[in-house]
């Protein structure tokens, strides 16, 4: 599939998404690939539900750097805490992601829609 879809592509200028969908089309010849463009609603807002469901503060360092994370480990033993490194070696760094205190009663969090049309 890959590969069909990267010969069909050569020498082909793509400017938009909708230039994709016809790329993707035209990669097999017999049994064409059936494509779903995404709608608007398809896309959300994530971020609003990352702010409000985890703390990024770490007990010990300040902000974490999620960029620069190379291990996470989590324990069945600690819920809601997500230990982390940011080399392969030395000491977890840990961040309870519910705060301080006792974890909160579970309340859904539903993400935004990003576009409207």
């Known amino acids: 599939m890959h590969s069909a879809i990267e010969f069909a592509k050569q020498n082909v200028p793509v400017y938009s998404p909708d230039d994709w969908q016809n790329i993707f089309r035209s990669a097999r010849k017999r049994n064409p690939y059936e494509v779903c463009p995404p709608e608007y609603s398809e896309f959300l807002d994530l971020k609003h539900m990352s702010r409000s469901l985890v703390r990024t503060t770490a007990s010990d360092e300040g902000q974490i750097q999620w ?10 033993d600690k819920p809601g805490v997500i230990q982390f490194h940011y080399d392969h070696s030395g000491k977890y760094k840990s961040v309870n992601v519910f705060g301080r205190g006792r974890p909160p009663k579970y309340t859904p969090v539903t993400p935004y829609i990003t576009y409207i049309t």
């Open 67 to 76: 960029l620069k994370v190379k291990c996470l480990k989590f324990e069945r």
